[in-house]
């Protein structure tokens, strides 16, 4: 679309852009997604059939994030840079993968994208 709807020298506003991750626990995430028991039954092995590779918005819970109370478990880590005045839709596709250190020990509930 760049090509065909910009002129040669025009300026891309803004010039770059970048995906942010950092890793969560959150008690909140934890109960909206996981069971415990239900009248007196314990279905707390179900939790071992979670889906954790999916993305799935809060939304769709009916919730935002931001309403949730949690602990950033590792730094803010770039993912993906962004140069939208030449770089071309696809290099979004594949996978990556990102080092990253704990700042603490605990279970990961969530990665926050910012």
Known sequence: ARERLCSPNCKVVPRRGCQFATLVNSADIASITSVKDWRGIDLSWFNTLQ?????????????????????????????????????AVGIWKGEKRTRVQARQSGVVHAVLAS
């Open 51 to 87: 889906d954790t590779t999916s993305m799935v918005f809060t939304k769709q819970y009916g919730f935002r994030f931001s309403s949730c109370a949690y602990t950033e478990m590792t730094p803010r880590v770039q993912v993906l840079p962004v140069d939208f005045a030449r770089d």
